[in-house]
């Protein structure tokens, strides 16, 4: 008898402490768990993730870690859950001036869990359920004390039999990612964001974060301790040359980023706006000013271009003729001889109904690089002096170099740029940067950033000659989904390393890869020379979008994309492999009853030639169009009016 009543005790007692607390997206298709991994009041507390669709469930992940260390106690492996609150509906519709979609609505089921240590500590967790995707915050509600954050104990359990493509960890985020399951992955840290095919080949995921702040430090991944257990882990001290803290400072009352994995099949993935979802809003309350545009810029073509005013000259008459809207001096503009100085190239740019950009190192002990101007970034009052310069001259934004860490100080610099470069109406630019946080819907003068391997490599090694085509291939489905993504793109001649995509793919480039300012890398030849139908394309383009839809692709195979324009739609399609292949566009993201005129720019014959053709189609249309090895087509997509 006291046999049974201690099996029944000790059943009662695993069902109130065992019990998991749900909270589940307003579509459905996204579930997730609040597990206690213990039977008692206190205990590590993990969340377990579901996708369900279609009536199937799939799990995403069997285990998130949470936790924090703080410098005077430990909030991870012994919490008592002490509140759940009710589930709240999250909705939030705004307008966004740049990226894949203007029109942004997303909502979500928030629970706000409270927790306490034995020591009446607390802390909350603010767990959301979005449509496509989740994303969790830690709390410190309490209203008084400083403190330092030792260390994040955030692990996504990820087994190794999931295929998952992840970039290595370096510091300008400028590496290929490598595609790996079973004992190819490796042991390491990573690059956010990272993207995971579950075991349901339905399922995918992509791990990032998002709204970063000068109150916390940007993080990375690892699994050096356990291969099959991605930590979140903060910067390493050498990063930025030693300078600033890996650890970072806190005050009370404080929020942390959000820790946000975006759920669903691939289109989910590449056509997601979580991560500037979940950002803080617009603090910029007059954008009128701020316009997306492409950019002529010289460096690709030669390295010390703005050395010579002749050069810049040509490539602001590349910008007019092909009705872009701007032109980049890059690096040593100080330097510039050759007929003009500075002052003599805004003038002429101006002149030519062309806006002029500017390039900075951000300077710094943080970097090794000497390029000047060093200093003109670096304090508030060394902004607001060239930015006054900057604004009389008629130079409407910047680009800031090197910053080569993602400490807390080094997050609070890259804001203190953006919030006085609003004050004067300059558009921003990083590069040598981190990977985007979402604060483009902070800060919308922030108009694009590098972190990716772009075409500038073809300067660099011989290597990337042969990476591109299949690296293009991966970028719209893990680094261009999280923001603007510079990768200076659409280059038909050839730098210091040649080509072995064909003008195709190049020209498809110009809608696959999302920037608000889109540099197009070539040199004025490569352009001007182009038939009637490729330049007129180019000079027609938008690169601000309306909406963004995923038509078919595999990462590291091939990839086709549509984007909207008002009325008009722009197809891109790329094929990474060693073999030609043929394609079928089918158009039934169209409206019914409309027809289209078709603009369809391919291959030709060989690599270096475009074949074009027009036709008329509708919702019901289906086009196969025949891409080479390493080829691709850009199509245009405009109503019969």
């Keep these: ?121 607390k802390i909350n967790i603010v767990l959301r359920a979005y449509n496509d995707g989740c994303a969790f915050r830690y709390e410190f509600p309490e209203t008084k004390g400083s403190f330092v954050v030792k260390d994040e104990f ?117 056509e997601s706006t979580l991560v500037d979802d979940v950002s803080t809003p617009s603090k910029i309350e007059d954008t009128s000013w701020i316009k997306p545009g492409l950019v002529s810029w010289n460096y690709w073509s030669s390295n010390h271009g703005t050395r010579d005013y002749q050069v810049v000259c040509k490539f602001a008459d590349l910008a007019a003729e092909m009705g872009w809207t701007y032109t980049l001096l890059d690096w040593e503009w100080e330097k510039m001889s050759n007929g003009g100085n500075l002052n003599d190239a805004v ?18 002990n943080h970097t090794w690089v000497t390029e000047t101007p060093v200093d003109r970034m670096v304090t508030h009052k060394n902004r607001t002096a060239e930015f006054t310069k900057l604004q009389k001259m008629g130079v409407a934004g910047i680009k800031v170099d090197f910053f080569e860490s993602e400490k807390q100080n080094m997050i609070q610099y890259y804001l203190d740029i953006l919030e006085d470069a609003a004050k004067f109406k300059m558009l921003v630019y990083f590069h040598g940067c981190l990977v985007p946080r979402g604060w483009a819907r902070t800060y919308p003068n922030l108009m694009t950033y590098e972190a990716v391997k772009g075409a500038e490599w073809y300067n660099n090694i011989p290597d990337f000659t042969m990476e591109a085509p299949q690296h293009n291939s991966v970028l719209p489905f893990t680094r261009n989904v999280v923001g603007s993504m510079d990768y200076t793109p659409v280059t038909f001649t050839n730098s210091q390393h040649p080509h072995v995509t064909s003008y195709g793919h190049e020209l498809a480039l110009s809608v696959l890869f999302e920037s608000a300012l889109q540099h197009m890398a070539d040199r004025p030849e490569g352009y001007t020379q182009l038939p009637d139908a490729p330049k007129k394309f180019l000079s027609e383009l938008p690169n601000a979008w309306d909406d963004t839809r995923l038509l078919t692709g595999y990462p590291g ?74 080829g691709g087509f850009a199509a245009s997509l405009k109503p019969v009016r």
């Design 1 to 121: 008898m006291n046999l049974r009543i201690l099996i029944l005790l000790t059943f009662i007692s695993f069902t109130v402490y065992s019990q998991t607390k749900t909270v589940v997206s307003p579509n459905q298709k996204i579930k997730i768990d609040l597990v206690n991994s213990k039977t008692g009041d206190y205990g590590a507390w993990y969340f377990k993730v579901y996708y369900l669709n279609n009536g199937k469930t799939s799990e995403v992940f069997n285990r998130i870690d949470v936790g924090l260390l703080r410098d005077d106690q430990n909030f991870s492996n012994n919490l008592a859950l002490r509140k759940t609150g009710k589930p709240q509906l999250v909705k939030d519709e705004y307008t966004a001036i740049h990226g894949k979609r203007s029109k942004r609505n997303n909502t979500a089921t928030e629970i706000v869990y409270s927790f306490e240590t034995p020591a009446n500590a």
């Design 154 to 270: 955030t692990a996504y359990s990820i087994p190794k039999k999931n295929t998952r493509w992840m970039e290595s960890w370096n510091a300008a985020n400028e590496r290929t990612y490598i595609e790996m399951n079973g004992d190819q992955v490796q042991s390491q840290e990573w690059c956010y964001p990272a993207l995971v095919q579950a075991g349901d080949s339905s399922c995918w995921f992509l791990l990032h974060e998002a709204d970063v702040n000068g109150d916390y430090c940007g993080t990375k991944l690892s699994n050096i301790a356990d291969v099959t257990k991605y930590k979140l882990t903060f910067p390493n001290p050498d990063d930025g040359r030693g300078t600033g803290k890996s650890t970072p400072a806190i005050t009370l009352p404080w929020k942390s980023p959000w820790r946000v994995i975006i759920i669903g099949g691939l289109g989910d993935i590449v």
């Design 347 to 364: 003038n002429y740019i101006r002149s030519k109904g062309v806006k002029p950009l500017l390039w900075y190192n951000s300077g710094g």
């Design 557 to 630: 195979r091939d990839v086709t994309l549509a984007r909207r324009k008002g009325e008009d739609w722009y197809i891109a399609c790329i094929n990474a492999e060693l073999k030609e292949k043929r394609q079928s566009i089918l158009f039934d993201f169209l409206p019914e009853g409309k027809q289209y005129i078709l603009m369809l720019i391919s291959d030709g014959d060989h690599d270096k030639v475009l074949a074009s053709k027009y036709l008329v189609v509708d919702k019901s249309s289906t086009v196969e169009v025949k891409l080479l090895r390493r």
